[in-house]
T-cell receptor, first 115, second 111 residues
């Protein structure tokens, strides 16, 4: 979805390096999310933010940190990258859910390789 | 926390109707059911969402029985471009965020 952009799209780095993945959205949504996807597996939630002042850990937050710089921007950092963090990373956004409704809009993904 | 179980893979032929069933035995009162589609190297895309009975949109139908312990995504007259992974999720509308993707169902549409 072009309304959710991620940079970089591909990144190769070395063990121990600090890496930042950035996500921007123009949908005006308050809620933003970071997921990782490993080959052949589903997506796992790393962190989520319901507004600029709200940050929450997901299933697999160890080794990651996030920053919500503005409503439209949500960054994911790997403080000291390790090879098992090699994965496809997705950012997503959503509006405040209605009664029994909630839709997430995903970015194109960032393919990260840690050597 | 509601978990979902789906078939790992399915094959179909063009023009057929495809039904993918998802089991969610521990679904809670406020949980609703959502299906996403994912093509290789792309982010998931929302298909349909429902709470009970039947929901239909321009691309799919979602059937949810009264006990809500399962749901079925129905894709009418599939084409080759429907080859993708389909995820069933359950999620709360409020409170602590719980939105868990499983491994999904890999649908392959054959000519």
């Amino acid at each position: 979805d072009a309304d959710v952009t991620q940079t970089p799209r591909n990144r190769i780095t070395k063990t121990g390096k600090r890496i930042m993945l950035e996500c921007s959205q123009t949908k005006g949504h308050d809620r933003m999310y970071w997921y990782r996807q490993d080959p052949g597996l589903g997506l796992r939630l790393i962190y989520y933010s319901f507004d600029v002042k709200d940050i929450n850990k997901g299933e697999i937050s160890d080794g990651y940190s996030v920053s919500r710089q503005a409503q439209a921007k949500f960054s994911l950092s790997l403080e000291s990258a390790i090879p098992n963090q090699t994965a496809l990373y997705f950012c997503a956004t959503s509006d405040v859910p209605g009664l029994h409704t909630d839709t997430q809009y995903f970015g194109p993904g960032t393919r990260l390789t840690v050597l | 926390l509601a978990k979902t179980t789906q078939p790992i893979s399915m094959d179909s032929y063009e023009g057929q109707e495809v039904n993918i069933t998802c089991s969610h035995n521990n679904i809670a009162t406020n949980d609703y059911i959502t299906w996403y589609q994912q093509f290789p190297s792309q982010g998931p895309r929302f298909i349909i969402q429902g709470y009970k009975t039947k929901v239909t949109n321009e691309v799919a139908s979602l059937f949810i029985p009264a006990d809500r312990k399962s749901s079925t995504l129905s894709l009418p007259r599939v084409s080759l471009s429907d080859t993708a992974v389909y995820y069933c999720l359950v999620a709360l509308t409020s409170g602590t965020y719980k939105y868990i993707f499983g491994t999904g169902t890999r649908l392959k549409v054959l000519a």
